[in-house]
T-cell receptor, first 114, second 114 residues
């Protein structure tokens, strides 16, 4: 295991639902990331938090709302999603922000929007 | 536009054989290049990282090469094992001011048959 856990592992939700994805890292890292991985597409960086502060928002629609209460926990709140939002959502952490630092990924949450 | 192209898209080999995966990129200015292995149902795990000045890096049976002049990288897998079946992702990091922006390839899906 990488030291990064994500729950739930699978989620099916309707377009009118509200749900949250949770990520927790046990590595003592200060930076955390959300990525979206769609079938046959490259990973897309969504959000970056460094020392609990959001430092990057990669033009993500407002129906995705991140929250980082502390350096160990990261949430992604979901509401009124679209079917095209169905994907694998990956959380990662690194010692600090900056891609010279190795990122450790969680196993992902497989999201299906019906 | 900064891009990372990987080939082949998929590859099937027999156990014990060697194989080479390719990554061509147009990202500039270049900071570093990583190869990740992603098993089905798991997050990516870093195999190698190379900076501009490095042209080869090994990790067990995995050897990555980098030609920064031609903007090409390869990942060579020696004496393949069934556990090598996975997606291999090339990630090139662009340095822009104080930010590091990763550009991901679509990955090469490798299947190793007994």
């Amino acid at each position: 295991e990488t030291g990064v856990t994500q729950t739930p592992r699978h989620l099916v939700m309707g377009m009118t639902n509200k749900k949250s994805l949770k990520c927790e890292q046990h590595l003592g890292h200060n930076a955390m990331y959300w990525y979206k991985q769609s079938a046959k597409k490259p990973l897309e960086l969504m959000f970056v938090y460094n020392f609990k502060e959001q430092t990057e928002n990669n033009s993500v629609p407002s129906r995705f709302s991140p929250e980082c209460p502390n350096s160990s926990h990261l949430f992604l709140h979901l509401h009124t999603l679209q079917p095209e939002d169905s994907a694998l959502y990956l959380c990662a952490s690194s010692q600090e922000q900056g891609y010279s630092y190795e990122q450790y990924f969680g196993p992902g949450t497989r999201l299906t929007v019906t | 536009k900064n891009q990372v192209e990987q080939s082949p898209q998929s590859l099937i080999i027999l156990e014990g054989k060697n194989c080479t995966l390719q990554c061509n990129y147009t990202v500039s200015p270049f900071s570093n290049l990583r190869w990740y292995k992603q098993d089905t149902g798991r997050g990516p795990v870093s195999l190698t990282i190379m900076t501009f000045s490095e042209n080869t890096k090994s990790n067990g049976r995995y050897t990555a090469t980098l030609d920064a002049d031609t903007k090409q990288s390869s990942l060579h897998i020696t004496a393949s094992q069934l556990s090598d079946s996975a997606s291999y992702i090339c990630v090139v990091t662009l340095r822009s001011g104080g930010s590091y922006i990763p550009t991901f390839g679509r990955g090469t899906s490798l299947i190793v048959h007994p």
